[in-house]
């Protein structure tokens, strides 16, 4: 979350400091999502064969050397090479830690605890919002020139530099962890992943996880071949589907731009942008994933991705019939902000750390990462797509403009939710309270002949 959420208050500077051109900033904004694809595709084979405890040593590896390879650099070129890298401990982390948490967790606490995952993301994001206004801060009014001079040459460095701690942090608690008993199995460690399990739930579990694991791992080989059979399209097509989906519902058009949308609503409310982003965005994307950790595994994961797609869309579409319809600015900027923070109430609550338990669910122990890797892939790319195509839609210019007077992008986010509501209603199961070997054996008695 931190090295996510970093860019958004050096990107100003870092752009006066480097002169970059409209492409270069985007690019310097963006590398890092080309990374996180790359790293995800690296971490399905790196944690199937070597274990996912090693897979979250590398992302702490790169997040280190992000950290300090983007506070240093004397061009722009340096720059991307330490970001891309961040982004693909990004993607690495993505996928490694919500994995690790679903196998070593009991059914009846998994949803809650891979959950607990986003908080983190979200936490880490709302912190480099408070951490970046603090240095902006720290030699007085940002609007000042000698302190706009400071930050165009060293405040911003700052910024990149602060991310030690969490990748320092991060390192550290790796030390303390046991490595994921169902991959220990797979690896026939057999004594080493009873007394893990043992220290999670007791003998008894101890005894009947193992015994569900190895006929798991003797039914379903862990290959790339196996992944793309038959018998594995189903759970493939629907994880992919809510990965992208995830994304191009909107979400990170207000992380990415919340800055552009918040100066206009500033203007009419009176309060500084930047601390109403972060009250907004990060504020409410907190608590209400702090719900999600609470209701996820007594609702189950289908009633909460419904629910909160359902509120999306209808705040979108709210958002849609404002920016086209409505004439007063004042009036849009007002009721803007009250969908603007129901919809980001709704994907905390809902989309953003349900689909994270659900990819880390659905898949077969033997080819979960190597399957869970290839949906984060397309998640991170359908990132990337709604990052470069909202500038597009909205463009002053535009026929989108001229003829829906910027609700265009709202209207086709809406919709997108409306196709997440039909995906999750028809076809994805309800795992609540199931374990993962269970939930497996539910994919292939829907193969079985009637």
Known sequence: GYDTGVI??????????????????????????IGCAAGVLLVGPLSDRFGRRLAMFLAAILFLLSALGTALPQDIATFIVFRFLGGVGIGVASISTPMYIAEITPAHLRGRMVSVNQIAIVGGIAATAFVNYLIAHSRGDPTHPEVQRWLTETGWRWMFATGLVPSVLFTLCLLFIPESPRWLIEMRRE?????????????????????????SLAREPGTWSA???????????????????????????????????????????????????????????????????????HWGRKPLMVAGACGMGLSLLAMGVMAQRLADPEAVSHWMLVFILLYIA?????????????????????????????????????????????????????????????????????????????????????????????????????????
Not at 20 to 30: E, H, R, T
């Open 191 to 215: 004594s080493q992943a009873r007394a893990i399990l043992s220290r999670v739930g007791g003998d008894r579990f101890a005894d009947i996880e193992g015994a569900a694991i190895r006929a």
């Open 8 to 33: 958004s208050g050096a990107i100003e500077p870092l752009t006066a400091r480097f002169a970059l051109s409209d492409f270069m900033k985007g690019w310097a904004s963006g590398c890092v999502l």
């Open 227 to 297: 992944l793309f059979s038959s018998a594995l399209r189903r759970p493939l097509l629907i994880g992919i589907a809510l990965a992208i989906l995830q994304q191009i519902t909107g979400i990170n058009v207000f992380l990415y731009f919340g800055t552009t949308i918040f100066k206009s609503l500033g203007a009419s409310t009176g309060v500084d942008a930047g601390l109403l982003q972060q009250m907004v965005i990060n504020g409410a994307g907190v608590l209400f994933t702090l719900v999600a950790i609470a209701t996820v595994d």
């Open 346 to 450: 709704c994907f905390g609550l809902s989309v953003g750390p349900v689909t994270w338990v659900i990819l880390a669910e659905i898949f077969p122990t033997a080819v979960r990462g190597r399957a869970l890797g290839l949906a984060t892939f397309f998640l991170w790319m359908a990132d990337y797509g709604v990052i470069q195509s909202f500038p597009l839609l909205d463009a002053k210019d535009s026929w989108f403009v001229e003829r829906f007077n910027h609700a265009f992008p709202f209207y086709v986010y809406a919709l997108f939710c409306v196709v997440l509501v039909m995906i999750v209603w028809r076809w994805v199961p309800e795992t609540k309270g199931r374990s993962l070997e269970d939930i497996e054996r539910g994919w292939r008695a829907a193969r079985l002949p009637r």
